[in-house]
């Protein structure tokens, strides 16, 4: 079984090895001769398989990588969002009902007020916080 054509020539035709007119010698013998033919597109097969498998991985870890901090990134920001948002609406809830019917003076209102007050310059804070790191990641962007 086998033929001393593949052995000799089939890996030079496979890796690129040969001058034109000895591969077309070849092809003319791979169109004659059924085991060095099979015995090619097997190997060019394989070569493909591997190669595939190859090109795939670092892709895979790339696109892994890439996608990752993203939406870790995406998920914070959404988090943080949900937490200003749920906030923001209990205070205008407290400040409403606070301006609906804004009584006297009484000890739960001073609480409120208090309250609301920390409460805002708690944003303010977080806000400007955010946004001075967003110019400093920007700074570095472009340094890099
Ligand atoms: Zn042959």
């Not at 013998?29 to 060095?36: N, V, Y």
Request: one cysteine or more; glycine letters at 6%.
């Amino acid at each position: 079984m086998g033929c001393d054509r593949m052995e000799s020539d089939g890996m030079r035709y496979l890796d690129k090895e040969m001058s034109l007119p000895e591969r077309e010698e070849f092809e003319r013998h791979l169109k004659s001769c059924r085991i060095c033919r099979e015995s090619i597109s097997q190997m060019e097969n394989l070569g493909k398989l591997t190669r595939g498998v190859m090109i795939k991985d670092p892709q895979d870890t790339f696109w892994e990588g890439y996608w990752k901090p993203i939406f870790r990134r995406i998920e914070r920001k959404t988090a943080w969002i949900f937490i200003l948002l749920g906030g923001l609406l209990v205070v205008l809830y407290e400040v409403y009902r606070a301006v609906r019917n804004f009584g006297e003076l009484t000890f739960e209102k001073i609480a409120i007020i208090l309250l609301i007050t920390g409460f805002v310059m708690l944003l303010v804070s977080v806000l400007r916080e955010r946004i001075h790191q967003r110019k400093v990641d920007r700074y570095k962007d472009i340094k890099r």
